[in-house]
């Protein structure tokens, strides 16, 4: 009996142990995948996001852009439909 109980205690031993080992190993991997991403410094991406910002129009700041008609406003109610209603639903 003793025997038994000995064998069963190291097999379990050796699967922990095992699953363990599997979960070190795929963390490891992802951070593998992880150090491979390109990266640019945080100067760099933020320089490109001020450009981005002061070249792209945004409807939603007049102040800053000016208004904007209602066919270029991507924000506006869509023109037509039946009964001067817009859209498929009713909300009541």
Not at 48 to 57: I, P
């Amino acid at each position: 009996m003793p025997d038994t109980y000995t064998q069963l205690t190291s097999k379990r031993s050796y699967n922990i142990s095992e699953a363990k080992l599997k979960r070190i190993l795929e963390y490891n991997e992802r951070l593998k995948e992880q150090l491979e991403l390109p990266r640019i410094p945080v100067s760099e991406a933020s320089a490109s996001l001020v450009e981005y910002c002061n070249a792209t129009r945004d409807p939603l700041i007049p102040s800053l852009w000016g208004t904007v008609s209602k066919e270029e406003d991507p924000f506006a109610p869509a023109a037509g439909g039946s009964g001067g209603r817009t859209g498929c639903c009713t909300v009541m």
